[in-house]
């Protein structure tokens, strides 16, 4: 054991709620972070602290704020040569979330005898730069960036290999791991970093989510092909019936009031908007935690959650009122399965609680993600009009988004140099649309859309329920981090 100051021991505990919305600039997108819990799994860590600097690229100021991040050492073993560090880039959310749920981290780092780490992001969970008045102003909040935040886990890096040198100061791994946006921020990161960073896993990881790169209407397009294969067509079809249904019904007399009762809202609607962003973002979250096994997503869901909403949608009517009945029925498995809930909470289906103020600032910025639907699709024709979207971020932000910021920092699709990433995604995932899906390079591996899996299932716990994708994906990736840490000797 390594002492470094002040220091908390934690056991985690499972957490309820479990969705952050990675909205693409809240319009029009979802991209929710799903955090399900299995209740046998508790981690151990203690929870530091470490300065560092404000603004990594600049001569001018030496200000610094307390990162935190957690930390495991008992299995850190300094006499090995072999022995690395598993670093978990924080995404957009408390820190203790990700270590919540990243247990593939877990499960191998007594073999690797790794330090472990999960560093939190600038601006999120507990590292608010300038506490409470950090999203009040973009003299606060302007040293919010992706590129800041990997600069702030390249320091804390350098600080532990100090803190935990090996004997005869031999060479210390680093493999990175991630999901959603942490996924991308491993990914970015050995590509920034590769004299610091060994490898990385990067999973269900959408670096090509950006203008000019993937379509917009990629995105709902395999957000539907999840629910025609986890459900039926017959499914598909009742969904997309249903906005029409939404549309016709609310126009009528009393439209409203019956959808309310229908639905069993838990205030009477005064805007069809409120009820098709909900069941919009419920249908998108479902197909990101369509994971084989129960879990712990906002409520209780069943195993293969798709197939149990699709079950519901078994309706073959063109009457709009038999169609919403029809929905509310395949919704109820996804907010009320274990039949608690005494009414619908329209703003549940994307909780604020994981960094809305901080997404909805870096989506503002940098993390322009366009999303939309061509009307092909069981969702709701859509555009990405990116002027509204900027006009609305300088309302609430006083900044307007960098189109082609990402794809100028950090690379379009030209990854020919790159090395040691592994990309991984489900084919179950909405978010494979903007992920690496083919090989870039001979020196990174690529697993496709891996069969029956929803977003970065593999870099869960393991289950007996995993599909075989997943294992053999898992087994792979393991003799890939093997090979890395000897090569670094």
Same mark, same amino acid.
């Given at each position: 054991? *390594?002492?470094?100051?002040?220091?908390?021991?934690?056991?985690?505990?499972?957490?309820?709620?479990?969705?952050?919305?990675?909205?693409?600039?809240?319009?029009?997108?979802?991209?929710?972070?799903?955090?399900?819990?299995?209740?046998?799994?508790?981690?151990?860590?203690?929870?530091?602290?470490?300065?560092?600097?404000? @603004?990594?690229?600049?001569?001018?100021?030496?200000?610094?704020?307390?990162?935190?991040?957690?930390?495991?050492?008992?299995?850190?073993?300094?006499?090995?040569?072999?022995?690395?560090?598993?670093?978990?880039?924080?995404?957009?959310?408390?820190?203790?979330?990700?270590?919540?749920?990243?247990?593939?981290?877990?499960?191998?780092?007594? @073999?690797?005898?790794?330090?472990?780490?999960?560093?939190?992001?600038?601006?999120?969970?507990?590292?608010?730069?300038?506490?409470?008045?950090?999203?009040?102003?973009?003299?606060?909040?302007?040293?919010?960036?992706?590129?800041?935040?990997?600069?702030?886990?390249?320091?804390?890096?350098?600080?532990?290999?100090?803190?935990?040198?090996?004997?005869?100061?031999?060479?210390?791994?680093?493999?990175?791991?991630?999901?959603?946006?942490?996924?991308?921020?491993?990914?970015?990161?050995?590509?920034?970093?590769?004299?610091?960073?060994?490898?990385?896993?990067?999973?269900?990881?959408?670096?090509?989510?950006?203008?000019?790169?993937?379509? *917009?209407?990629?995105?709902?397009?395999?957000?539907?092909?999840?629910?025609?294969?986890?459900?039926?067509?017959?499914?598909?079809?009742?969904?997309?019936?249903?906005?029409?249904?939404?549309?016709?019904?609310?126009?009528?007399?009393?439209?409203?009031?019956?959808?309310?009762?229908?639905?069993?809202?838990?205030?009477?609607?005064?805007?069809?908007? @409120?009820?098709?962003?909900?069941?919009?973002?419920?249908?998108?979250?479902?197909?990101?935690?369509?994971?084989?096994?129960?879990?712990?997503?906002?409520?209780?869901?069943?195993?293969?959650?798709?197939?149990?909403?699709?079950?519901?949608?078994?309706?073959?009517?063109?009457?709009?009122?038999?169609?919403?009945?029809?929905?509310?029925?395949?919704?109820?498995?996804?907010?009320?399965?274990?039949?608690?809930?005494? *009414?619908?909470?329209?703003?549940?289906?994307?909780?604020?609680?994981?960094?809305?103020?901080?997404?909805?600032?870096? #989506?503002?910025?940098?993390?322009?993600?366009?999303? *939309?639907?061509?009307?092909?699709?069981?969702?709701?024709?859509?555009?990405?009009?990116?002027?509204?979207?900027?006009?609305?971020?300088?309302?609430?932000?006083?900044?307007?988004?960098?189109?082609?910021?990402?794809?100028?920092?950090?690379?379009?699709?030209?990854?020919?140099?790159?090395?040691?990433?592994?990309?991984?995604?489900?084919?179950?995932?909405?978010?494979?649309?903007?992920?690496?899906?083919? #090989?870039?390079?001979?020196? #990174?591996?690529?697993?496709?859309?891996?069969?029956?899996?929803?977003?970065?299932? @593999?870099?869960?716990?393991?289950?007996?329920?995993?599909?075989?994708?997943?294992?053999?994906?898992?087994?792979?990736?393991?003799?890939?981090?093997?090979?890395?840490?000897?090569?670094?000797?």
């Amino acid at each position: 054991m *390594c002492p470094l100051g002040n220091e908390k021991i934690v056991h985690s505990q499972p957490r309820r709620r479990a969705v952050d919305t990675m909205n693409s600039i809240k319009f029009l997108g979802v991209f929710a972070l799903i955090f399900c819990v299995s209740p046998s799994l508790q981690y151990d860590y203690k929870v530091k602290t470490f300065d560092t600097k404000l @603004d990594h690229f600049t001569f001018t100021t030496n200000a610094t704020f307390k990162l935190r991040y957690l930390i495991n050492d008992s299995w850190w073993d300094p006499t090995l040569t072999t022995s690395p560090i598993f670093f978990y880039t924080g995404n957009e959310g408390d820190i203790t979330l990700f270590s919540d749920n990243a247990g593939l981290v877990w499960e191998w780092a007594p @073999d690797f005898n790794a330090l472990v780490v999960f560093a939190e992001h600038r601006y999120y969970g507990e590292s608010l730069p300038f506490g409470n008045l950090s999203f009040t102003d973009p003299k606060y909040s302007g040293y919010l960036s992706s590129l800041q935040a990997l600069a702030d886990y390249v320091d804390l890096i350098a600080h532990l290999k100090t803190v935990y040198s090996k004997r005869d100061n031999a060479p210390i791994p680093v493999i990175a791991f991630g999901g959603s946006y942490g996924g991308m921020l491993a990914a970015w990161i050995r590509m920034k970093y590769p004299g610091i960073i060994t490898g990385s896993l990067a999973a269900s990881a959408p670096i090509w989510q950006f203008t000019g790169m993937t379509p *917009c209407d990629a995105f709902y397009k395999v957000t539907t092909r999840a629910f025609k294969v986890s459900g039926s067509q017959n499914c598909v079809d009742t969904i997309k019936n249903s906005w029409g249904a939404i549309d016709s019904i609310a126009a009528s007399d009393g439209g409203l009031q019956w959808i309310s009762q229908t639905f069993k809202t838990c205030g009477t609607l005064t805007d069809k908007v @409120d009820l098709k962003n909900y069941l919009n973002s419920a249908f998108v979250n479902a197909a990101m935690a369509n994971y084989p096994y129960p879990a712990n997503f906002l409520a209780e869901l069943p195993g293969h959650p798709v197939k149990a909403i699709c079950k519901k949608l078994s309706t073959t009517s063109k009457d709009p009122k038999v169609i919403l009945e029809s929905i509310f029925q395949g919704v109820s498995v996804f907010f009320n399965y274990t039949g608690t809930s005494k *009414c619908l909470q329209l703003d549940d289906a994307d909780p604020q609680d994981l960094g809305d103020q901080g997404w909805g600032y870096q #989506s503002c910025t940098e993390m322009v993600m366009p999303i *939309c639907d061509r009307g092909d699709t069981m969702f709701e024709k859509s555009e990405w009009d990116m002027q509204t979207i900027s006009d609305s971020c300088y309302a609430q932000y006083k900044v307007r988004p960098v189109v082609d910021y990402v794809r100028n920092l950090y690379g379009a699709k030209e990854l020919a140099y790159v090395s040691n990433i592994i990309f991984s995604n489900g084919y179950l995932d909405p978010w494979s649309s903007g992920g690496v899906l083919h #090989s870039v390079s001979k020196d #990174s591996m690529v697993t496709g859309a891996m069969q029956g899996a929803a977003h970065h299932l @593999d870099l869960r716990a393991s289950n007996p329920l995993d599909p075989p994708s997943v294992k053999r994906a898992r087994q792979m990736y393991r003799k890939l981090m093997n090979k890395w840490v000897r090569e670094i000797l």
